[in-house]
Every structure is written in structure tokens, then in C-alpha cells.
Nanobody, 128 residues
Framework: QVQLQESGGGLVQAGGSLRLSCAASGRTFSNLAMAWFRQTPGKEREFVAAIRRGDGVTYYADSLKDRFTISRDNTKNTVYLEMNTLKPEDTAVYYC?????????????????????WGQGTRVTVSS
């Protein structure tokens, strides 16, 4: 069973940057597609970014692609989310997720139901 552990959240001023990390254990990491989602109270989980297994192709929410970057280091079993020029509206709990199955295209990778394993989340608060 895959286990995911996020880290790197915290309080940052608007315009600042954070890098989130998600460490995976329990399965060959390179075989997993990985993603980041975020959620605020009362709202559905929102897709942020995903990165495919193998070729490492990335997908982003259109509104975030200019400021956020997803990457992975298979030697460290870790996926990262670099967040720049943060805004108060980026305040949320950020979740790491792993996909154990086959997925094709943005519609698949961006849907939270595609993902089988979730971390517990890390809170990001952006102050104005």
C-alpha cells in the first residue's frame, strides 16, 4: 500500500514562494502518476497539477500554470510543487495524490476521483 506524506506548508506573505514536498513509500514510486489538489472549507477539491509516470509529462490548472511547477525525483520517491507569486486566494490545504491506474489526457489527470491514494494534506496560508 502506498503512503504519502506532504510537507512544506506554512504561512507566507502575498508575493512569496513555497515549495511543497510529498514523500511516497510502499510501492515503486516511478510507476505512479502523482498530483496536487487543494481544498478550502465548503468547496470541492480543486486540481492544481499532475505529473505522469514514465515520461514526466505535466498538467496544470489553467489559472495556476504560470505560477506553479510540479516536478518529481524518482530517486527520492518525492513529488514537489513549487509555488511562486502566491496570492491570498491560494490559501488552502494542499493534498498530494497517487494514481495506481492508467490515465489518459488532462480530463483524467485533473479529476480527483482518478486518484487512489491521498496524503493528509499540508496547510498553506497566504497573508495579504
Amino acid at each position: 500500500q502506498v503512503q504519502l506524506q506532504e510537507s512544506g506548508g506554512g504561512l507566507v506573505q502575498a508575493g512569496g514562494s513555497l515549495r511543497l514536498s510529498c514523500a511516497a513509500s510502499g510501492r515503486t514510486f516511478s510507476n505512479l502518476a502523482m498530483a496536487w489538489f487543494r481544498q478550502t472549507p465548503g468547496k470541492e477539491r480543486e486540481f492544481v497539477a499532475a505529473i505522469r509516470r514514465g515520461d514526466g509529462v505535466t498538467y496544470y490548472a489553467d489559472s495556476l500554470k504560470d505560477r506553479f511547477t510540479i516536478s518529481r525525483d524518482n530517486t527520492k520517491n518525492t513529488v514537489y510543487l513549487e509555488m511562486n507569486t502566491l496570492k491570498p486566494e491560494d490559501t488552502a490545504v494542499y493534498y498530494c495524490a497517487a494514481d495506481l491506474d492508467y490515465c489518459v489526457g488532462y480530463e483524467c489527470y485533473s479529476h480527483y476521483k482518478q486518484y487512489d491514494i491521498w496524503g493528509q494534506g499540508t496547510r498553506v496560508t497566504v497573508s495579504s
